[in-house]
């Protein structure tokens, strides 16, 4: 009598916390929607408002361009700025022009 083994390869869910932060950066093969979910993350956990000006301005560019939502708890910028909340943003209280410009 055979045995079968059960093939212990199962596809894992795609997690944004284990995808490094400079793979935005080249072609690692993350699919546009990867990506996103990368980018999300990074703003939701204030990455990349600590990073080179790069990360922060592609975020700010990604938020403004309606592609990324603000985080829903208060961030700070690499100078100590804050990033508005997207509670803030969507009630009016902050407008977009006056995050960063």
Excluded: C
């Excluded at 950066?25 to 990867?34: I, N, R, V």
């Excluded at 939701?44 to 990073?51: E, I, R, T, Y």
């Amino acid at each position: 009598m055979a045995f079968k083994v059960k093939s212990t390869k199962r596809k894992e869910k795609f997690n944004p916390a284990t995808v490094p932060i400079y793979y935005l950066e080249g072609d690692y093969g993350l699919t546009p929607e990867q990506e996103i979910e990368v980018w999300q993350y990074n703003v939701d956990n204030g990455m990349v408002w600590q990073l080179q000006g790069w990360y922060g301005r592609t975020a700010q560019d990604m938020l403004d361009a309606g592609i990324l939502h603000y985080p829903n708890k208060r961030q700070h910028d690499y100078y100590g700025n804050p990033i508005p909340t997207h509670e803030e943003i969507s009630s009016g209280k902050v407008k977009r022009k006056q995050v960063f410009g």
